[in-house]
């Protein structure tokens, strides 16, 4: 941040301020860890402990919410940054080193010379983070294994509080046994894909096909939709599991890892689920297609059509432009300084009024996602199942 936007930003009043500089870091690459980390806390785990059903329930809840935040939002940097990109850039000179922290997109843009070292390796550090999804994938099968250990139980409606029945032994031992399988899997295909990126880092700059291979990994939209620039970008954004690059060239989680996270975990929600019985089928069926698309979007939809609302109705057009897109927080200073020029009133006033605009356009929509997606989605989904499950076993005893 300049030393001049630092100044603006400590003449607003206090409870300003803070604003201010979450408005600012949301906007950085290493912000989406941050931005993301408070949604699904506020729309995940709040919710879903104060909805929990039984203190087993409750348990499952924390332990998920807790083990899946950290694992999606911490450990991608602490994976990417601080092993895998030391361990296969061994290899390379300090300055292709450098390289590495570019998104792959970004070097096949410029078209270096270097590519043919560096997106090798880069694909690799990306393929060593699949352990993120898989763990992802493990975990709810971990936490049926979790449940029979320190309950006893594995049935799903004896869980949710909709019945308390003697548990089925046999019914346990399939469960129990699916966990060890599933979980197995998953660190059967990471040894592949471990044993691919190595391959990709010590051979892929003498080898053509490893070259293509590394360039799909770091840019499918390249490769699948080349001539399709509105594809090939959603796909480069919400389907590639290559970091984003930070301020500071450190490596940090892209959208395209949380949407793999998203979407290789929800394998594993529903599988897991299903060894459990139907009910928790049924529930996690009703949940997951609104959470998933919540946490790989946030309140990006939510925004999007707050946008079209003000500029329909011209507000905010300080910070929101014909085309609907806000002015960059960093670029605040200057439009501040050209806005009190034209008006005759000062910086600080105008600085002022360009960050209150541009926290209602992110801050209503953040808030009213959390709202809804966090409490109304939980307690959704507690009812309807607890419904549901009424209904059928009214009908049976009918």
Do not use: W
């Amino acid at each position: 941040m300049s030393d001049n936007l630092k100044i603006l930003i400590n003449t607003l009043p206090k409870k300003l301020r803070p604003v201010a500089r979450f408005l600012r870091h949301q906007e950085s690459a290493s912000g989406l860890s941050t931005t993301r980390y408070i949604q699904d806390v506020s729309t995940c785990l709040i919710p879903k402990a104060v909805f929990s059903r039984s203190i087993e329930d409750l348990t499952e809840n924390t332990f998920l919410e807790t083990s899946e935040e950290a694992l999606i939002y911490l450990s991608p940097t602490l994976l990417g940054e601080y092993a895998a990109r030391k361990a296969f850039s061994k290899g390379l000179s300090n300055d292709l080193k450098k390289e590495v922290a570019e998104t792959g997109v970004e070097l096949l843009k410029k078209g270096s010379k270097n590519n043919k070292k560096v997106l090798p390796v880069k694909a690799a550090i990306a393929l060593a983070a699949t352990a993120i999804p898989l763990t992802e994938y493990s975990l709810n099968y971990i936490k049926n294994l979790m449940t029979l250990k320190l309950f006893n139980k594995s049935d799903f409606k004896n869980i949710a509080s909709l019945e308390k029945n003697t548990e089925d032994k046999a019914q346990q031992e399939k469960v129990k046994q699916s966990a060890k399988k599933h979980i197995a899997c998953a660190a059967g295909v990471y040894a592949g894909l471990l044993g691919l990126a190595g391959l990709l880092a010590t051979r892929g700059k003498n080898s053509k096909v490893l070259q293509k291979i590394s360039e799909f990994i770091v840019a499918p939209g390249n490769k699948l939709f080349s001539k399709n620039e509105k594809a090939k970008s959603f796909v480069n954004k919400y389907f590639n599991i290559d970091f984003n690059k930070s301020p500071k060239g450190k490596l940090v989680l892209s959208k395209g890892q949380l949407t793999t996270c998203v979407l290789v975990g929800g394998c594993g929600y529903f599988g897991a689920s299903a060894d459990r019985g139907n009910e928790n089928l049924k529930e996690t069926a009703t949940r997951f297609p609104l959470v998933a698309l919540y946490v790989i979007t946030g309140s990006e939809l939510v925004e999007k059509g707050f946008k079209n609302f003000l500029h329909k109705y011209g507000k905010c057009k300080d910070v929101l432009n014909n085309k609907k897109e806000t002015v960059p927080f960093e670029k605040l200073g200057e439009l501040a300084d050209k806005l009190a020029k034209e008006r005759g009133t000062t910086v600080e006033q105008e600085f002022k009024s360009l960050v209150k605009q541009k926290g209602l356009i992110f801050g209503l929509p953040y808030l009213f996602a959390i709202g809804v997606m966090g409490f109304f989605v939980s307690g959704m989904t507690v009812l309807a199942t607890k419904k549901r499950y009424q209904n059928e076993h009214k009908n049976m005893t009918v």
